[in-house]
């Protein structure tokens, strides 16, 4: 089995890396910008077209407010940036919101941003996979076609990538990130020459259709109610901010400094990003409508179920740059790759957030531990999974998964900014250097706007989104909280239970008293070699009773070793059980159990002899009656289980074959710990000799 699974193993993913290498795959800031901000630099691509196609219910008229929609957008970005940057410097552990709310604001807390978070990782890659899809799908049928297929293989693909490790998969990310953001900014540049220096007239495909709006002449309360909604689907730009607080411990030194730098210089791109687009959207007179088949019209005619709505983005760069322009093909190719891209932030925020939760015991533990390339492999495909689930579920549709999208985020932001202002107020209560207080209440105070900001966002948030799919959002959160509940209490228990007595009275409890005799029970089938080595190792145990028990299943092979018993006078009594019904595993699980009732203080040491074997499929043959046996011994208290190996041939040709492959680092071997060097195995073996 080993050797079926090493190779294509080592094939996808490489060999595996000593746990002191791990240094070497922290990042620097170059590589970090387009592992952890590929979320909110590729929601540009979306972002826009979402408060677009929300303003286009009241028809082209209420896209006059989308400059100010985005002036409110700028606003908040701004604002979660100059928070987080106090979170990345307090907490630089990696723990980001779920730390701070855990601390300041106490464990349920903790674990509600810990749901959000989960949530929204598993959103982000839904959203930017369907997303990017979409937009490959406009130049390539094929795509559209099969949409739900090609995003599960787009998944898979950057699954592996990231099993890979974090620094290799960060160094395949920032080509196409850093292509996309040059590209934007060339059209964003280009466009404002063109309009402002040349006064070309710049029309989008779109710009001579008509919206037949869904509600005109709105206003009132209803309007407000349009615009905050508009809004909330703008705030899809903000959307993986938190992803470079979870992330400061794979940073090189300093750490919050790089990562502080980092998230600021993050913010200043998408924010620039988007409103730069939101303007040349506004002067290329880009039209976007929420139902294009009934809704959108050219020259009087709706366009109908064949049109296909092309986003903002490019829609915009083939007014700038002309249609099939190689800037153009440029931009539309890093738009759709980098979308694919933006997953990447949630590839490294949940499995990170994963094994953070793992060690506080609410998710399992195998979720802490790193894999081969030194990732957190078990988040990896725990992400993978569910973001398959729901693209399959919503047929990776982004518009429908859209509207899942920022409550966990938002949820997230306002708890942890609520924290941070509690860790300022713990803090300034015991520090008396002025500047140091002065610098914790403009700190503060930051925080403190944050909270105010984020928490109102997420009340529109709610109200604008909730019966559009938010609650979706929320159901996943509090199953998440649910679980993570449960397996605390189930980790908390064990570890109560099994925890040593330190009162010398609960110290002589039946765990440490030593038992009143030893019962030892060979099972046997047939008299054969490892039939004879259980018996000889169950002698050398020198129990107080030993018998050898078989069950009779065929009469004529037990009657067989009853006289193979006798002739070879072995010095050990044996005993048969009767089983009318040819059951194996019941007989003898009764007959222990039986031993355990008429003497409760004695132990029952039951000795299994086994075969060991070289090939996978060998396994199949053999073992499977011990396997049941050990397994079902397991529940009866006061019950040992003991194999008795007899490796076959087989298994002898299959450890010389692992004794060539000594030096290849096998599967797990991170988790073992560093390997023997062979200079080191040599010399060993020579002051033994």
């Given at each position: ?46 972002a ?97 076609e ?17 099993l ?67 809004f909330?689907?703008?705030?899809a ?33 998408a ?13 290329t ?7 294009p ?16 709505q ?38 490294n925020?949940?499995?990170l ?53 920022i ?37 503060r ?29 929320l ?32 110290a ?18 047939k ?7 259980a ?10 009773s030993?018998?050898?028990l078989?069950v ?14 006798e ?36 132990a029952v ?60 680092s ?19 073996s020579?002051?033994?000799?």
């Open positions: 089995m080993s050797k079926l699974t090493d190779v294509p193993k080592r094939i996808l993913i490489g060999r595996a890396l000593r746990s002191d290498r791990l240094g070497e795959t922290l990042l620097p800031k170059r590589i970090a910008l387009p592992v952890f901000a590929s979320d909110p630099l590729s929601s540009v691509a979306y826009p077209g979402e408060v677009l196609l929300v303003l286009s219910i009241a028809g082209v008229s209420a896209y006059h407010f989308s400059p100010w929609i985005a002036v409110a957008v700028v606003v908040l970005m701004f604002t979660v940036v100059a928070s987080y940057r106090q979170n990345v410097h307090a907490y630089p552990s990696g723990g980001g919101d779920y730390e701070v709310a855990t601390t300041n604001l106490g464990p349920k807390a903790g674990l509600t941003v810990a749901s959000a978070l989960l949530v929204d990782y598993v959103l982000t890659v839904a959203v930017s996979i369907s997303s990017g899809i979409e937009n490959l799908g406009s130049a390539i049928p094929f795509v559209v099969h949409k739900v297929l090609c995003a599960v293989a787009v998944i898979l693909l950057l699954t592996l990538m990231n890979r490790g974090v620094k290799e998969s960060g160094s395949l990310f920032a080509i196409p990130t850093y292509v996309f953001v040059a590209g934007v900014f060339i059209m964003i540049v280009w466009g404002a020459f063109r309009g402002l220096v040349l006064d070309d007239t710049m029309r989008a495909p779109t710009a001579d259709y008509e919206i037949k709006p869904e509600h005109g002449g709105l206003a009132g309360f209803a309007l407000v109610f349009l615009l905050l909604r508009a909330s689907s703008g705030c730009a903000l959307t993986g901010v938190e992803a470079i607080s979870n992330g400061v411990p794979a940073f090189r030194k300093p750490k919050s400094k790089n990562a502080g730098n980092t998230l600021a210089m993050m913010g200043l791109l924010v620039t990003m988007f409103c730069g687009i939101i303007a040349l959207a506004s002067a007179d880009v039209r976007m409508s929420e139902n088949a009934t809704e959108l019209f050219h020259n009087g005619v709706a366009v109908g179920s064949d049109y296909v092309h986003p903002v983005i490019s829609q915009v760069a083939e007014a700038v740059f002309g249609e099939g322009s190689f800037l153009f093909v440029v931009l539309a190719a890093a738009t759709a790759l980098v979308l694919f891209l933006a997953a990447n932030t949630a590839y925020g949940f499995p957030l994963g094994s953070i939760l793992a060690q506080d015991r609410y998710l399992p533990r195998q979720l802490h531990t790193r894999g081969d390339r030194l990732a957190f492999s078990n988040g990896i495909v725990l992400l993978a999974g569910a973001a398959m689930l729901l693209v399959v579920v919503y047929g990776a549709d982004s518009t429908r998964l859209i509207q899942l999208y409550v966990g985020v938002f949820v997230s932001f306002t708890l942890s900014q609520i924290g941070m202002v509690r860790h300022w107020n713990r803090h300034l209560a015991t520090e008396r250097d002025q500047a140091k207080r002065r610098h914790m209440m403009r700190s105070a930051i925080n403190a706007f944050g909270a105010f900001f984020t928490g109102l966002v997420l009340v529109v948030v709610l109200a604008t989104k909730f019966t559009h799919g938010a609650w979706v959002a159901l996943g959160m509090c199953i998440f909280f649910a679980t993570m509940t449960a397996i605390r209490k189930h980790y908390d228990r064990v570890a109560e239970e099994i925890a040593a007595p330190e009162d010398p009275e609960e002589q409890s039946d765990d440490m008293v030593r038992p009143s005799r030893v019962h030892s029970v060979v099972l046997i089938s008299i054969h070699r490892p039939t004879l080595r018996l000889a190792y169950a002698k050398l145990m020198r129990s107080d030993l018998e050898a078989s009779n299943v065929d009469p004529v092979e037990t009657k067989a070793l009853r006289e193979e018993w002739r070879r006078g072995i010095a050990v009594p044996l005993k048969v059980l009767d089983s009318p019904y040819r059951e194996i595993t019941r007989p003898v699980i009764e007959y222990v159990k039986g031993l355990r009732k008429e003497s409760p203080r004695d040491s039951v000795i299994i002899p086994e075969y060991v074997v070289g090939h996978w499929y060998e396994h199949l043959l053999h073992n499977q009656s011990a396997l049941r046996l050990k397994g079902r011994l397991l529940f009866t208290p006061g019950v040992m289980v003991t194999s008795v190996p007899y490796q076959l041939e087989s298994s002898e040709a299959a450890r010389r074959r692992a004794r060539k492959r000594q030096d290849w096998a599967p797990g071997a991170v988790r073992r710990g560093p390997a023997q060097q062979p200079q080191d195995r040599t010399k060993d020579s002051s033994s000799t």
